[in-house]
Antibody, heavy 120, light 107 residues
Framework: QVQLVQSGAEVKRPGASVKVSCKASGYAFSTYGIAWVRQAPGQGLEWMGWISPYNGNTRYAQSFQGRATMTTDTSTSTVYMELNSLKSDDTAVYYC?????????????WGQGTLVTVSS | DIQMTQSPSSLSASVGDRVTITCRASETISDYLNWYQQKPGKAPKLLIYAASTLQSGVPSRFSGSGSGTDFTLTINSLQPEDFASYYCQQSYRTLYTFGQGTKLQIK
């Protein structure tokens, strides 16, 4: 079955960077984009951006442009999301999700989420 | 960016009730609208895509409608497992955006 498995929880200091991984299985990896969405404690979903494993093209939400970097490793069917210059309000659960559809697009399935805590 | 506004932000209902959640886009998005359900401590789950197409495995008591700027998610005959948060999301522009969410609570 299609599955996305994310790396474990992280605790980082303000100003540091974090790199979260998302390993895909059960489908042709390069065929579907992977999106990243985060959720701060008690808050809603915030779309961060997405990457095409086929050609490495990326698109970032304006609030993450220049601070988030998404990459892929097709040899291991893994997507990475690195976020730099961490601040306390970057504390959140970070989800990856497969981007499905050719024209109308949706996210399915989702990874289990990775909690990133930023604290001094 | 396209802004998505859901209403209400929270809703109390009883088992067996029919509830409707509304999502409004800041510009026309045709039917490029999806709905997700999220339970506490869990990842979101796709319910409906392209405004009205039920994802495989989702109970038929869930339905979606709308086009343009106004959309609705309807749940008929609420079941205990339906009490959760619900989010709409547009895919008309590749800067995908979510609504702020609606929390459905037991009355």
């Amino acid at each position: 079955q299609v599955q996305l498995v994310q790396s474990g929880a992280e605790v980082k200091r303000p100003g540091a960077s974090v790199k979260v991984s998302c390993k895909a299985s059960g489908y042709a990896f390069s065929t579907y984009g992977i999106a990243w969405v985060r959720q701060a404690p008690g808050q809603g979903l915030e779309w961060m951006g997405w990457i095409s494993p086929y050609n490495g093209n990326t698109r970032y939400a304006q609030s993450f442009q220049g601070r988030a970097t998404m990459t892929t490793d097709t040899s291991t069917s893994t997507v990475y999301m690195e976020l730099n210059s961490l601040k306390s309000d970057d504390t959140a659960v970070y989800y990856c999700a497969r981007l499905v559809g050719a024209d109308r697009r949706w996210f399915d399935p989702w990874g289990q989420g990775t909690l990133v805590t930023v604290s001094s | 960016d396209i802004q998505m506004t859901q209403s209400p932000s929270s809703l109390s209902a009883s088992v067996g009730d029919r509830v409707t959640i509304t999502c409004r886009a800041s510009e026309t998005i045709s039917d490029y609208l999806n709905w997700y359900q999220q339970k506490p401590g869990k990842a979101p789950k796709l319910l409906i895509y392209a405004a009205s197409t039920l994802q495989s495995g989702v109970p038929s008591r869930f339905s979606g409608s709308g086009s343009g700027t106004d959309f609705t998610l309807t749940i008929n005959s609420l079941q205990p497992e339906d009490f959760a948060s619900y989010y709409c999301q547009q895919s008309y522009r590749t800067l995908y955006t979510f609504g702020q969410g609606t929390k459905l609570q037991i009355k």
